[in-house]
């Protein structure tokens, strides 16, 4: 996450927060100062019972909401420093004229400033990467075709 010429006035280390697929996952803390490195890779898996079609599929990922979250660990709660909201469907298939071709899909996008975030709007550098498979459910068991 960069931010150019911002810096901080609490010094609490930062996260952040995803929230996709009906998941919430969190990268590890950083120190609380720009450009924030988060080198994780964060896995959500989701099944989806009895959808057959891939146009059904499509609409449930338009349905769906993505959140992530800026957040810094200020007593009691952490407060809120940016976010970004964006369809399921959008944030894991972007537009192909937005890609650059690369393998990971590395795309950047702005996050909307909180009330307590001053300076310009955080710009958060990430790839996504999906797997779509088909399975059977067999006596409780999932298998791959």
């Given amino acids: 996450i960069t931010c150019p010429g911002v810096q901080l006035k609490d010094k609490q ?3 952040l927060s995803v929230f996709v697929l009906g ?3 969190k990268t590890e803390c950083v120190p609380a100062v720009f450009p924030l490195f988060f080198q994780e890779k964060l896995v959500f898996e ?3 019972v009895n959808v057959v079609d891939p146009g059904d599929l499509v609409k449930l990922l338009e349905f769906d909401t993505t959140v992530l979250e800026l957040i810094q660990l200020i007593p009691p709660v952490g407060k809120v420093l940016a976010t970004y909201e964006e369809n399921t469907r959008d944030f894991l298939f972007p537009d192909p004229k937005l890609t650059h071709g690369r393998r990971g899909l590395e795309r950047e996008i ?3 400033r909180s ?6 709007a955080p710009k958060l550098r990430f790839s996504t990467t999906s797997l779509i498979s088909d399975s059977l459910l067999s006596l ?4 791959i075709q």
Avoid: C, D
């Fill in 46 to 48: 989701k099944a989806f």
């Fill in 23 to 25: 998941q919430y996952n």
């Fill in 110 to 112: 702005l996050m909307k």
């Fill in 140 to 143: 409780g068991r999932s298998h």
């Fill in 115 to 120: 009330p307590y975030f001053t300076g310009i």
């Fill in 13 to 15: 280390e930062l996260y």
